[in-house]
């Protein structure tokens, strides 16, 4: 019991060591430069822009000038949105590899070692994931990829938000400009 405790703390501090690995180049190599900086700060004014002109009232006549702003505005924040993420898509694909070369380093040391004991049986559509690698019917064990997995993906978001090295989030908000379009489509 104390070992299957341990094991699973070790493969939660691999995880976590891995993800600050891993937001350290990134920012070595992203957040840093000057380019990633500028398209950061272009898409936050964009998206200031654009709440501001949909919160603007105008009249039957300047109606179609201000739909051809906002799908301006929308069009721009695409595009400053692809920026951005082009300038991560190198640096991610090697982070994607690093977290690989480190689930499968791993992946030697506990392969077919169950590494928790869940409270509670997982429904069948999640046992392949709770049970990869291990042998037995009990599927109340958990193997390492299961854990290794999870936290990498809980750690991942919640470090770049920390880090204060997230996007920011596109404001653009769907149901309001559904919403929108509803209403002008009806007058």
Request: charged share 25%; aromatic share 10%.
């Amino acid at each position: 019991m104390v070992e299957s405790i341990l094991n699973a703390l070790v493969i939660v501090m691999v995880s976590v060591c891995a993800n600050l690995v891993s937001e350290g180049i990134s920012w070595i190599f992203v957040y840093r430069t000057d380019s990633f900086k500028q398209s950061k700060v272009r898409l936050t004014e964009l998206n200031k822009r654009l709440e501001k002109e949909e919160a603007t009232l105008v009249g039957l006549e300047k109606r179609k000038t201000q739909e051809k702003k906002i799908e301006r505005y929308n069009e721009d924040i695409k595009q400053a949105t692809s920026q951005l993420n082009g300038s991560r898509f190198k640096v991610n694909i090697g982070i994607s590899l690093l977290l690989m070369l480190v689930y499968r380093l791993i992946s030697f040391r506990y392969y077919g070692t169950p590494v928790a004991i869940l409270p509670f049986e997982p429904i069948p559509y999640l046992r392949g994931m709770t049970h990869r690698g291990l042998e037995g019917d009990n599927f109340r064990e958990c193997s390492f990829a299961f854990i290794y997995a999870m936290c990498t993906m809980a750690f991942k978001g919640t470090l770049q938000k920390a880090l204060g090295q997230s996007a920011p989030r596109n404001t653009y908000d769907y149901m309001k400009n559904m919403e929108r379009d509803s209403m002008f489509s009806k007058k």
